[in-house]
């Protein structure tokens, strides 16, 4: 692939080593305000069932981290947080709206009075919602405080939207909401634990500092990092560092017990961890793919590809090796839009690509001194990962764009799973912190 553009922001730290557009970026910041940054998703509708055991309903929040808003409104429904269920994570800084199931009586659900939160279209459903019930999200986002002269802005857009539509997507990178904007730690807590360091791990989440939280919460990170009068360093947290101030209460109470910090933590952020260095090592993959000049959206011989089942989403499950005898007809189904390439989320279970492909994972691997068995983490069973696959191109539903005061917006619809940051870093070209 010709006329790539290398990234020299904090992205390539994660591994995002390449813009697919060459054309300057016009800079800017992302979120300025929570209406910014509006996330509609695109539900798995559960089916209504008469007398059902869960409460699905939409809840509509501006500025509310999702395991924050679950733990808060577990606490005012009078139930666990296993309770409620929700399809995906979504951004803190932003106004989202998504499908959630509550597994309470549907009286109960007018306990729920939260600012800024909003609840409607309640009914009871025959079965609760999970992770990755969801077909995808919408979204339209405002970019403020554009470096680029504002008569060039709208030239800079149309050639990015140009390059994304001659591609048939934009790079499928993991983006920076996959390892924290602000403290960019999730993957090295990941990396440690597939390492087999607990300890380390424990202590790289609870002590690496980031130059955004503030004096406050940086002098209570600056003892954790070798400090064990846990009980002490643990009343000196300040309540907004919920889940650092849970594990470092439970290693009071039960030191060196780092197997057992890391489970004081919501299962799905435990998950988040390696699948965090997993997607840090994908990001390095793709990257060298790009590197070699190998096509996104097209395969070559050794390529996995995914099919697309009816409502467009990726059928991981599912994966057909691209070899000289299919080779045609796997290009006629990415062609037609029916399936996509992809390559190895690397856990446990996993088994690299074949040809050039392969090549380059392995060695990625290789000088990462990783393996398969290192994604299964004794004591902890929900950071183990056996592995999945990831389309190395993100399809985009109705882009467009527009000037918008002092900046642009930009409009569309992404499959489930795929970062709405990564086509918008085509626009902008900003800092890692920008968005």
Same mark, same amino acid.
């Given at each position: 692939?010709?006329?790539?553009?290398?990234?020299?922001?904090?992205?390539?730290?994660?591994?995002?080593?390449?813009?697919?557009?060459?054309?300057?970026?016009?800079?800017?910041?992302?979120?300025?305000?929570?209406?910014?940054?509006? *996330?509609?998703?695109?539900?798995?509708?559960?089916?209504?069932?008469?007398?059902?055991? $869960?409460?699905?309903?939409?809840?509509?929040?501006?500025?509310?981290?999702?395991?924050?808003?679950?733990?808060? /409104?577990?606490?005012?429904?009078?139930?666990?947080?296993?309770?409620?269920?929700?399809?995906?994570?979504?951004?803190?800084?932003?106004?989202?709206?998504?499908? /959630?199931?509550?597994?309470?009586?549907?009286?109960?659900?007018?306990?729920?009075?939260?600012?800024?939160?909003?609840?409607?279209? !309640?009914?009871?459903?025959?079965?609760?919602?999970?992770?990755?019930?969801?077909?995808?999200?919408? $979204?339209?986002?405002?970019?403020?405080?554009?470096?680029?002269?504002?008569?060039?802005?709208?030239? !800079?857009?149309?050639?990015?939207?140009?390059?994304?539509?001659?591609?048939?997507?934009?790079?499928?990178?993991?983006?920076?909401?996959?390892?924290?904007?602000?403290?960019?730690?999730?993957?090295?807590?990941?990396?440690?634990?597939?390492?087999?360091?607990?300890?380390?791990?424990?202590?790289?989440?609870?002590?690496?500092?980031?130059? %955004?939280?503030?004096?406050?919460?940086?002098?209570?990170?600056?003892?954790?990092?070798?400090?064990?009068?846990?009980?002490?360093?643990?009343?000196?947290?300040?309540?907004?560092?919920?889940?650092?101030?849970?594990?470092?209460?439970?290693?009071?109470?039960?030191?060196?017990?780092?197997?057992?910090?890391?489970?004081?933590?919501?299962?799905?952020?435990? /998950?988040? %961890?390696?699948?965090?260095?997993?997607?840090?090592?994908?990001?390095?993959?793709?990257?060298?793919?790009?590197?070699?000049?190998?096509?996104?959206?097209?395969? *070559?011989?050794?390529?996995?590809?995914?099919?697309?089942? !009816?409502?467009?989403?990726?059928?991981?499950?599912?994966?057909?090796?691209?070899?000289?005898?299919?080779?045609?007809?796997?290009?006629?189904?990415?062609?037609?839009?029916?399936?996509? *390439?992809?390559?190895?989320?690397?856990?446990?279970?996993?088994?690299?690509?074949?040809?050039?492909?392969?090549?380059?994972?392995?060695?990625?691997?290789? !000088?990462?001194?990783?393996?398969?068995?290192? $994604?299964?983490?004794?004591?902890?069973?929900?950071?183990?990962?056996?592995?999945?696959?990831?389309?190395?191109?993100?399809?985009?539903?109705?882009?467009?764009?527009?000037?918008?005061?002092?900046?642009?917006?930009?409009?569309?619809?992404?499959?489930?799973?795929?970062?709405?940051?990564?086509?918008?870093?085509?626009?902008?070209?900003?800092?890692?912190?920008?968005?």
């Amino acid at each position: 692939m010709t006329g790539l553009r290398r990234c020299s922001t904090g992205e390539a730290g994660v591994g995002m080593l390449y813009y697919l557009s060459p054309s300057d970026g016009t800079g800017g910041r992302l979120k300025t305000d929570p209406e910014d940054f509006v *996330v509609d998703e695109i539900s798995d509708m559960p089916e209504p069932k008469e007398g059902g055991r $869960f409460v699905i309903a939409k809840v509509t929040s501006r500025n509310w981290e999702t395991n924050r808003l679950i733990r808060i /409104m577990s606490r005012e429904l009078g139930i666990s947080r296993e309770r409620i269920g929700f399809a995906g994570t979504k951004d803190k800084r932003g106004v989202t709206s998504q499908l /959630m199931s509550f597994e309470c009586r549907m009286e109960d659900m007018s306990r729920i009075g939260l600012k800024d939160v909003e609840v409607s279209g !309640a009914y009871l459903g025959k079965r609760r919602i999970q992770i990755g019930d969801l077909k995808g999200n919408s $979204f339209k986002i405002r970019v403020r405080g554009c470096e680029m002269p504002r008569g060039e802005i709208s030239g !800079a857009l149309d050639a990015a939207a140009a390059a994304v539509a001659e591609a048939g997507g934009f790079i499928n990178y993991f983006g920076v909401q996959r390892f924290g904007a602000i403290r960019p730690v999730t993957h090295k807590v990941g990396e440690l634990l597939v390492r087999g360091d607990v300890e380390g791990a424990v202590r790289a989440y609870l002590s690496q500092p980031s130059g %955004f939280e503030g004096e406050e919460v940086a002098a209570a990170r600056s003892g954790l990092s070798s400090g064990s009068d846990w009980g002490e360093m643990g009343a000196a947290m300040p309540d907004r560092m919920s889940f650092e101030k849970t594990m470092v209460m439970h290693l009071a109470e039960s030191p060196g017990d780092w197997a057992g910090a890391i489970s004081m933590l919501p299962k799905n952020l435990q /998950m988040m %961890f390696v699948h965090a260095y997993q997607s840090y090592l994908f990001n390095l993959m793709v990257s060298e793919r790009l590197a070699r000049g190998l096509p996104l959206g097209m395969p *070559v011989e050794g390529d996995f590809m995914v099919p697309l089942d !009816a409502d467009g989403v990726p059928m991981h499950e599912s994966p057909v090796t691209v070899g000289a005898r299919n080779l045609d007809l796997a290009a006629r189904q990415a062609k037609s839009g029916r399936a996509l *390439v992809a390559i190895p989320l690397f856990g446990s279970e996993s088994a690299p690509s074949e040809g050039e492909m392969g090549e380059i994972e392995r060695a990625v691997l290789e !000088a990462e001194g990783v393996s398969a068995s290192d $994604f299964i983490i004794p004591g902890l069973p929900n950071c183990c990962s056996k592995g999945s696959f990831r389309e190395i191109l993100s399809p985009v539903r109705g882009l467009s764009h527009k000037m918008d005061g002092d900046g642009y917006e930009v409009s569309f619809s992404l499959p489930k799973g795929n970062y709405a940051t990564c086509l918008m870093r085509e626009f902008m070209k900003s800092e890692m912190s920008c968005y």
